[in-house]
């Protein structure tokens, strides 16, 4: 499967912005889907995930209430809606895939990802 992610951009602290990851491929809802980011200088870190049908979503505890993914299998999209952001949330934003990852949370084990976009937050 292959992933791009689009809706990043610069928005004022407080605002809201819609990711999303368009997946090419076949199969799509056998795909396990998380939503990653690195800050400058930092490592790459969770920050949501969705199951196969999209019945099970997980959060980093920093963006419970702030985010919420989710996925359309008929289009092969997965989504993350972002409100109340704020400059910490700084990040380049990543979406991977994996058939079945065996920790949600963690990077390395998905095996697909998008070339990843950025989301600036400003003060």
């Known amino acids: 499967v292959q992933l791009q992610a689009s809706g990043g951009g610069l928005v004022q602290n407080g605002g809201s912005l819609r990711l999303s990851c368009a997946a090419s491929g076949r199969s799509f809802s056998t795909y396990f889907m998380g939503w990653f980011r690195q800050p400058p200088g930092e490592e790459r870190e969770f920050v949501a995930a969705?199951?196969?049908?999209?019945?099970?979503?997980y959060y980093e505890d920093s963006v419970k209430g702030r985010f919420t993914i989710s996925r359309d299998n008929a289009k092969n999209m997965v989504y993350l809606q972002m409100n109340s952001l704020k400059p910490e949330d700084t990040a380049v934003y990543y979406c991977?895939?994996?058939?079945?990852?065996?920790?949600?949370?963690?990077?390395?084990?998905?095996?697909?990802w998008g070339q990843g976009t950025l989301v600036t937050v400003s003060s």
């Open positions: 991977a895939a994996d058939k079945s990852p065996t920790q949600h949370r963690r990077s390395y084990d998905y095996s697909y």
């Open positions: 969705i199951s196969w049908s999209g019945s099970n979503t």
